[in-house]
């Protein structure tokens, strides 16, 4: 771990870390793999998870750390869904999706009161997290994030966006530079991913809704 820890060079007066590199690294290519829908984007993202972890861990960083255990959790029972989800579609593809109004609602609450529950915690027991609320916001929004995308919902773009947005000045502001240099290109490639979902959702259901005119 100390090795993992230590510094692999510097870039712009920050120290970039082995952990914080490597772990992103796949991380943005689990992410190319998600918008391609990609079974590997899973193991991808267990294999990222594991190796932050391994950076968090150390740093007073409770909410980023502990995100790393929920999303291999997350990503194991994403990548059961999907692997489901393909055996049962008739083209062995996968099932792309707006979620439902209440799915919504749900996620939206989910995220809200999460956030005050875990920053509550971190608050309470300030040596869990330095940063208690942006850590307690990355820790639910990823959550979140990944129940969408193991869905299938095209909703699972944003709630990545808002992780983005709260980890970068998160990542810079406690030494963890090549995770906030990521982060800031996550946006882009979750623009990107976003577009292709969006495009691919209303391909799916215009000519289910065609057919549905078909007297």
Not at 81 to 106: C, H, M, N, Y
Not at 150 to 161: H, I, K, N, T
């Amino acid at each position: 771990m100390n090795t993992l820890n230590s510094e692999a060079f510097a870039l712009f007066g920050q120290h970039i870390k082995w952990a914080d590199m490597i772990g992103n690294v796949i991380g943005l290519l689990a992410l190319v793999l998600g918008r391609r829908r990609s079974l590997w984007s899973w193991p991808a993202q267990i294999l990222s998870s594991l190796v932050l972890f391994a950076a968090f861990a150390p740093a007073h960083l409770t909410g980023s750390a502990g995100k790393q255990v929920v999303v291999m959790v997350v990503a194991a029972w994403g990548w059961a869904q999907w692997i489901r989800g393909r055996k049962q579609a008739p083209d062995g593809s996968l099932d792309i999706r707006f979620a439902t109004r209440r799915e919504r609602i749900v996620m939206l609450a989910g995220t809200v009161l999460g956030t005050i529950a875990v920053a509550t915690l971190f608050t309470t027991f300030p040596t869990l997290s330095w940063d208690p609320w942006p850590d307690a916001c990355l820790f639910v929004g990823t959550v979140v994030a990944m129940y969408a995308q193991a869905r299938g919902m095209v909703e699972f773009w944003f709630a990545w966006l808002l992780v983005n947005l709260v980890g970068i000045p998160l990542n810079f502001t406690n030494g963890f530079a090549f995770s906030g240099l990521v982060y800031a290109l996550y946006s882009a490639l979750v623009l990107w991913g976003l577009r292709d979902w969006w495009l691919r959702s209303r391909a799916v259901r215009t000519p289910a809704l065609q057919g549905a005119a078909t007297p």
